[in-house]
């Protein structure tokens, strides 16, 4: 989750024309090391032909030819700085996953949290997860993440989250038939949208608790969270 900026505020990058993106792409001045990160070790872990730039017809992409390998493969969607990702990756060695995230600080983070963890079993899109949906093939992902995404407050910038069809259609498309879709917020309203949103697009509700999963790990955001005093909250859903 990156921090609430308005698109439309001085300093913010254009958007490709075909599809708006609301977010930033960049933030503070990253360190020396985290710099050193992103020239090494991001074109290795970045998977190849996803932006319309780079495929243009919208050329499907096979996640084997991403890992190599035809294990399970999940996806998080906008992994913050890492955290999650990489606990994930280390727990589950027997599966793939690939994380989105379009602000590059957190990319920098993943990537020194992905040297000192030693994964290989996970890939690093550095931008818009709705490219990637575009050309992953349907029913291939076993499992998503959706983990303290931007709250967007305002109710006019509602239609920004990513629980709204916009999202929530390619993600129900890329996943295969009784996957399940995690998500985790601190923000009751947008719980809220996301128990009306998602089962809209196909997803049957499973559990809404306040208790985390077992194999869950805290992130900074919810730590964040909790430290000024609101209280995280979790719904699991399974595609129809």
Known sequence: MSDDIDPDDAGAEARPEWRNFYGRRAGKTMRSSQKT????????????????????????????SIFGNDAPVWLEVGFGGGEHLVHMAATYPGINIIG??????????LLGKIRAAGVTNLAVHPGDARDLMDVLPEGCIAKAFLNYPDPWPKRRHHRRRFVTQDHL????????TGAEFRVATDIPDYMRQTLEEVPQAGFALVAHTGMAWGDWISTRYEQK????GRVPDYATFRKL
């Open 225 to 228: 969270a909790l430290r000024e």
């Open 169 to 176: 259609q390619p993600l129900a498309r890329v996943l295969q």
């Open 37 to 64: 990160y992103l020239s090494e070790d991001l074109d290795t872990l970045r998977p190849h032909g996803i932006s319309p730039e780079e495929n243009p017809s919208r050329e499907i992409v096979d996640p084997a």
């Open 100 to 109: 989105c995230e379009p602000y590059i600080n957190g990319v920098a983070m």
